[in-house]
């Protein structure tokens, strides 16, 4: 069983940087982030979560998807059992909850950032980007 704890969000205005971190209990093939946008207040809906990075924390191999590239980070302590994800250059439409996420096997992993091999979520923590 994995578990995934979330922190380090919060608001920040565009251009600035944020960390996030996620405490790792378990031993997931891999893991990583995805976000989510909330729907325009009073509409009740929500985007699908998008997937952002994911790494391997026994090769240390990294996958990112084009909004995460040139701007985020992903990197893991195993000693520590903690993933993290640096954000640099945010920007208002990266505004979302940031998800930790983990895939049991390597099949799941192949189908990971689509979101549909993800196997264990966090709770979220939430990432607001002022203009």
């Known amino acids: 069983q994995v578990q995934l704890v979330e922190s380090g969000g919060g608001s920040v205005q565009a251009g600035g940087s944020l960390t996030l971190s996620c405490a790792v209990s378990g031993h997931p093939y891999c893991m990583g982030w995805f976000r989510q946008v909330q729907g325009k207040e009073g509409e009740g809906l929500m985007e699908?979560?998008?997937?952002?990075?994911?790494?391997?924390?026994?090769?240390?191999?990294?996958v990112y998807r084009d909004p995460a590239k040139g701007r985020f980070t992903v990197s893991i302590d195993n000693a520590a059992n903690m993933l993290y994800l640096q954000m640099n250059s945010l920007q208002p439409e990266d505004t979302a909850t940031y998800y930790c996420a983990a895939a049991a096997d390597i099949k799941r992993c192949g189908m990971y950032l689509r979101g549909v091999g993800v196997d264990y979520w966090g709770t979220g923590t939430l990432v607001t980007i002022s203009s």
């Open positions: 699908e979560r998008e997937g952002v990075a994911k790494i391997y924390p026994a090769s240390g191999a990294i």
